[in-house]
T-cell receptor, first 114, second 113 residues
């Protein structure tokens, strides 16, 4: 296993277009998180899955955002009708069970909305 | 709601010297974990060190150690014998049972040769 992978690494899109990002967690990890990070800031929580169940969503996650984790494996994050304010790094992380376990992060998808 | 504060946006240290990064947090929980993560430029975040709130002994990982003051809700990171590869953003994070990780705003550490 090579860790958490995210695709694409970079995405440039025009305002109003839809984009979808993919995250492949470490295979034995049942928890998967999406975070958003703007330049010079800490990651902000977006949503969290345990297996295929989406257990928590941040108020930051407007109705233009949707996330899925079918079959409890990879996850997708879709942003509809993108806005310039959506420009950020989108990070995915996964953990095993136990709240003291380490979160392993992917390298992120950098979204630029022009 | 839990919050994590890092009051030092930027810090610098001379190579081979020691530097301490500050972190405070707010919670009403009694059991939780605290973490320091490192994010090198254009690279993914990696765990530096973690501390369980119930453990009184401060965690240590090679050149990295923490000063955990539970009553003061303080969790500082000390980096000894700083190396050029330590230059990165450092994030303090908190997590309690059944919840996501809450991160601070980060401290950018520069290491001067």
């Amino acid at each position: 296993d090579t860790g958490v992978s995210q695709d694409p690494r970079h995405k440039i899109t025009k305002r109003g277009q839809n984009v979808t990002f993919r995250c492949d967690p470490i295979s034995e990890h049942n928890r998967l998180y999406w975070y958003r990070q703007t330049l010079g800031q800490g990651p902000e929580f977006l949503t969290y899955f345990q297996n295929e169940a989406q257990l928590e969503k941040s108020r930051l996650l407007s109705d233009r955002f949707s996330a899925e984790r079918p079959k409890g494996s990879f996850s997708t994050l879709e942003i509809q009708r993108t806005e310039q304010g959506d420009s950020a790094m989108y990070l995915c992380a996964s953990t095993g069970t136990g709240f003291g376990t380490e979160a392993f992060f992917g390298q992120g998808t950098r979204l630029t909305v022009v | 709601a839990q919050t994590v504060t890092q009051s030092q946006p930027e810090m610098s240290v001379q190579e081979a010297e020691t530097v301490t990064l500050s972190c405070t947090y707010d919670t009403s929980e009694s059991d939780y974990y605290l973490f320091w993560y490192k994010q090198p430029p254009s690279r993914q975040m990696i765990l530096v060190i973690r501390q369980e709130a119930y453990k009184q002994q401060n965690a240590t990982e090679n050149r990295f150690s923490v000063n955990f003051q539970k009553a003061a809700k303080s969790f500082s990171l000390k980096i000894s014998d700083s190396q050029l590869g330590d230059a990165a953003m450092y994030f303090c994070a908190y997590r309690t049972y059944g919840q996501n990780f809450v991160f601070g705003p980060g401290t950018r550490l520069s290491v001067l040769p």
